[in-house]
Each structure stands twice: as structure tokens, then as C-alpha cells.
């Protein structure tokens, strides 16, 4: 079954991700505690390229973040950044390999860029929100309606 949304086929395809331990995956929500999984829309102009056929060449920039464990301790800290150095290597790996987030009835994902490092984004003594930026890089069919 196909998806119906571009946010539905990312979320999929970060699911699929087997460097996720055991915790609540939301969209456009983070909870306070640890762990925790979110992919949050950003902000962008959609189009980059339109073509004589109606057709474009689009992104879609979003946010994978999480709510880790966060201390003093210099080692669990070290740990979440590492796990965003694998997620990073993680993504970058299947998008050479072409294995991509499935996308809604005339679009085709083409590729998954990594625009961040995973950076610690707001912290507090018993855990902390990381987040790294992307974006998916997407060819759109003209619609009657273009």
C-alpha cells in the first residue's frame, strides 16, 4: 500500500532504522522523556526546478531529533553523539544505495541529504533534545492542476 504523504514515508523509513532503541516515535512532538524519536517539518521553499512539462524537482527539509539520556557524565554524552554519527552514516549509506523513503502516487524520492551534524539542541541536567537537519531531494510529475 502506498503511502499518502511525503511525512508518512519518511517516518516509515525511519522506522525501518535499526540504530533505534526501544521508544515513543511521534511527528511534530517531542515528550521530556528519554528515549524518544521525532521528525519535525521544516521550513522551506519546496521547488527547486520547474520544468517546460509542468513537472519539478522539490525538497522537503525536516528534523530527526530525540530525547537522550543527558549528564555531567562525559561518557553518555560522547554515546548520543555517536549515535548521530551513525544515523548520520546510516542515511548517507542508503541514499548511495538507493534505498529511499517511499513516496505518494507521482512523486520519487532521489535522494536523502544530511545538512547538520546531530548537535544537541536544548539540554537539562537528567536528559536532552538532539536533532539533526535534512532533507529529501524528490522529483514531482505535473498534475492537471499545475
Known amino acids: 500500500m502506498a503511502v499518502k ?17 526501544d521508544g515513543i516515535f511521534r ?7 528519554a528515549v524518544e524519536y521525532v521528525i519535525e517539518t521544516g521550513i522551506c521553499d519546496p521547488i527547486i526546478q520547474r520544468y517546460v512539462d509542468g513537472s519539478t524537482e522539490r525538497q522537503y527539509q525536516f ?3 530525540s530525547r537522550e539520556y543527558y549528564s555531567m557524565d562525559r561518557l553518555q554524552n560522547i554515546e548520543n ?7 548520520a552514516d546510516w542515511i548517507e549509506e542508503n541514499s548511495l544505495s538507493g534505498n529511499l523513503p517511499e513516496m505518494p502516487e507521482g512523486m520519487s524520492a532521489e535522494e536523502i541529504e544530511v545538512l547538520s551534524p546531530g548537535y544537541i539542541y536544548d539540554g537539562a541536567m537528567e536528559n536532552a533534545r538532539y536533532q539533526i ?12 492542476n499545475e
Open 27 to 33: 511527528v511534530d512532538a517531542l515528550g521530556q522523556d
Open 5 to 21: 504523504s511525503i511525512i508518512e514515508g519518511i517516518t516509515e523509513y525511519f522506522l525501518q532504522c535499526p540504530l533505534l532503541q
Open 81 to 87: 553523539s555517536q549515535f548521530y554519527e551513525r544515523l
Open 133 to 144: 537537519a535534512l532533507r529529501l531531494l524528490y522529483y514531482k510529475e505535473a498534475t492537471k
Open 63 to 65: 528534523q530527526f531529533g
